[in-house]
């Protein structure tokens, strides 16, 4: 993708596929966050590309479900180094795009995103496959929390009820997927959707390429925002090579839509 890159005729093509649509569903992932200033893991602006950590272990091994079951201390010390690197971010322009629809479509937003700025953008229906940091709880006595950021938290945190310790309401490498998650997005992709779009996911988990694909398959309307190729990129009905934000805009204009 070069900057002279036009997205408006393919929003126009995207906004005569949606004539008629009701039932939209978004599936987001780190790139749209990284609009906001968040790092991914790894990738564009990754906080770990090429970079040995402290241990010489690769970022997955500390951020996984097993390591912190042996060693809570060390993933603590690797979940507090990204909340600290996004602390003072928040929703950008796409984030607030996709809530705006809510007035004028039933939207359903399943999101990879951790960082809950589908909800604080106003999004009413969101789906956090992997959670949010910013809900915490008691491995002990289930004791929850929601903070606003880790600043003050000992690490690694323990629970003022039972001293247990605490670790963020995240799926960690290695761990399965909420069952509860897993089940509202099943309940919501058996209901159908008139359109699907996937927006900053590079779609590697068959839970997300899995429900696009299918509605390729049924003559759904499948639209991709990344400005980069995907397993997607080759199926979907629309694809639209840019960041979320340019994007979105230019598909809430081709509406005829104003924006937020």
Not at 84 to 108: K, Y
Not at 194 to 213: E, K, N, Q, R
Not at 227 to 250: C, I, K, M, Q, Y
Request: charged share 20%; with cysteine; net charge negative.
């Amino acid at each position: 993708m070069t900057s002279s890159f036009d997205p408006e005729p393919m929003a126009r093509r995207i906004a005569r596929a949606l004539a008629g649509a009701r039932r939209l569903c978004f599936i987001t992932g780190a790139g749209l966050s990284a609009e906001s200033g968040l790092p991914t893991y790894r990738g564009v602006g990754g906080l770990y590309n090429d970079v040995a950590t402290d241990e010489g272990l690769p970022i997955e091994d500390l951020l996984s479900g097993a390591m912190f079951a042996r060693d809570p201390a060390l993933t603590w010390k690797y979940i507090a180094r990204i909340e600290r690197a996004c602390r003072g971010a928040t929703f950008n322009a796409a984030h607030a795009m996709i809530a705006a629809l809510e007035a004028h479509f039933d939207v359903v937003v399943i999101t990879q995103n951790v960082d809950g700025f589908h909800r604080a953008a106003g999004s009413t229906r969101v789906i956090e496959l992997h959670g949010d940091l910013h809900r915490l709880y008691c491995t002990g006595c289930d004791r929850r929390v929601i903070v606003t950021d880790y600043a003050g938290l000992e690490l690694p945190p323990r629970c003022p009820a039972c001293a247990g310790i605490v670790r963020p309401d995240v799926v960690l490498f290695g761990e399965m997927l909420p069952a509860a998650a897993i089940a509202a997005q099943d309940v919501e992709h058996a209901r159908g959707f008139d359109a699907l779009f996937a927006v900053g996911t590079t779609a590697g988990f068959p839970y997300i390429s899995g429900p696009v694909l299918d509605a390729v398959r049924r003559g759904v309307p499948a639209i991709e925002i990344n400005p980069d190729r995907t397993v997607l990129s080759a199926s979907v009905t629309h694809r639209l090579p840019a960041g979320a934000v340019v994007a979105l805009a230019a598909i809430t204009d081709a509406l005829g839509l104003p924006r937020p």
